[in-house]
Nanobody, 116 residues
Framework: QVQLVESGGGLVQPGGSLRLSCVVSGLTFSRYAMSWYRQAPGKERELVAT????????NYADSVKGRFTISRDNAKSTVYLEMNTLRPEDTAMYYCYAKRLSFAYWGQGTQVTVSS
């Protein structure tokens, strides 16, 4: 049974930071590219960042470049999203996503709210 469990969300003031974690089980983590997506109320789910299976490449949405950093620890089957200089428009449910060939899995999400 594949499980992706996100944590680290919460309420933070504008300009603040959060670190999201996603622990993965039930698959060979080191073979999967990992991504973070987010979905704000009334909006479509959007890709935030992706890291390849061996961490040799990362990609970011333009809206988060320079502020967010995705990383992974294959020994811990965990992917992270370091979020700095948070803005109210970063408020959303953040989802972890694992992808390899035709196999894809989602986590249940963790809420991030940026508000004063």
């Amino acid at each position: 049974q594949v499980q992706l469990v996100e944590s680290g969300g919460g309420l933070v003031q504008p300009g603040g930071s959060l670190r999201l974690s996603c622990v993965v089980s039930g698959l060979t983590f080191s073979r999967y590219a990992m991504s973070w997506y987010r979905q704000a109320p009334g909006k479509e789910r959007e890709l935030v960042a992706t890291v390849t299976s061996r961490s040799d490449s990362t990609n970011y949405a333009d809206s988060v470049k320079g502020r967010f950093t995705i990383s992974r620890d294959n020994a811990k089957s965990t992917v992270y999203l370091e979020m700095n200089t948070l803005r109210p428009e970063d408020t959303a449910m953040y989802y972890c996503y694992a992808k390899r060939l035709s196999f894809a899995y989602w986590g249940q999400g963790t809420q991030v709210t940026v508000s004063s």
